[in-house]
């Protein structure tokens, strides 16, 4: 089980921390309305404070976990002009992000960015937000704890192998519910890059070497990057191998998409030094599964 190595390797990489019980996520929400045309400002404060209280009262888990211990997330929510005040309706694109601290520093490693540009929610001040795991309530509670078990589940991947299992299951089976609301990114039109596709990637059994990929970059390979860097770098060489197998039996992939959109930046900064043999494999490598950053990758040579 994942979460107990988690707890061993926190307290020990925060020993002297004071303890106290929390929720999982340590969790900031933010709304911005500047696009959308309306006198009313106090709603999107509102709608800010439902949707923070919201995902850190639920308890996500039946593990433990103190203060110290909490994922650091963010949810960014940019209101489109389309939006509704008066109807009640909320178009939005969001960024979804989560990071993880790195053994013996204070460095804290992105492990997820994503941008959902297809959140379209009612939202009402005065009507209470309710979640249950088997039954579809509102769209925005299904939204909000859909990504909150995505960012447990990938969190606790980076500890273990396939730790995050048990969570992608109860995001797929929000997904799945979600589809017959009828609800925008929820699969209707078949476009591969929404979020039902992100959750059925991670699930599919052709993506187990990704899921393996994300325990040896963060736990083989970044944890153990102060003590040897020249090590770690071939471990997330190896895991950059992994990825690399599930691009060639699926080409089209928002998952491994997603996961360059968080790591490019950090795979630079950690390939910028090193054996050049490594590094020029690394970089040739880096510019098959991201051609999107190839430029800056061909910096490194």
Request: proline residues 4%; hydrophobic residues 40%; contains cysteine.
């Amino acid at each position: 089980m994942k979460y107990p190595l988690r707890k061993l390797f926190l307290l020990v990489l925060l020993a002297c921390c004071n303890i106290g019980w929390a929720q999982e996520l340590d969790i900031n929400v933010t709304v911005n309305g500047e696009r959308v045309q309306t006198q009313e400002q106090q709603v999107f404060t509102d709608l800010q404070n439902a949707m923070e209280k919201f995902l850190l009262s639920q308890e996500w888990t039946t593990d433990t976990f103190e203060e110290f211990e909490r994922i650091k997330s963010n949810i960014q929510v940019t209101l489109n002009s389309n939006t509704d005040i008066n109807n009640q309706v909320y178009e939005a694109n969001v960024q979804i992000q989560s990071l993880r601290p790195v053994y013996g520093t204070d460095y804290e490693t992105p492990v997820m960015n994503y941008l959902d540009n297809k959140w379209l929610f009612s939202y009402r001040p005065s009507d209470p937000m309710i979640f249950s795991e088997n039954t579809y309530s509102t769209e925005l509670t299904s939204l909000m704890a859909y990504y909150s078990y995505l960012i447990l589940a990938l969190d606790y991947d980076t500890f273990s192998p396939k730790g995050g299992t048990p969570f992608y299951e109860r995001a797929l089976n929000i997904a799945n519910y979600s589809q017959q609301s009828g609800g925008r990114g929820w699969d209707q039109l078949g476009d591969k890059r929404d979020r039902v596709f992100l959750i059925r990637d991670l699930t599919n059994p052709l993506f187990e070497p990704f899921r393996e990929a994300l325990y040896e970059y963060h736990r083989l390979g970044m944890d153990k990057f102060e003590e040897n860097p020249d090590e770690a770098r071939k471990v997330i060489l190896s895991a950059l191998r992994k990825i690399e197998q599930v691009r060639d039996a699926v080409p089209i992939s928002i998952t491994i998409d997603m996961f360059f959109d968080t790591k490019a930046p950090e795979l630079i900064n950690v390939f910028s030094q090193g054996d050049k043999t490594v590094i020029a494999e690394a970089v040739q490598l880096m510019i098959k599964l991201n051609p999107t950053n190839a430029n800056k990758f061909r910096k490194l040579l």
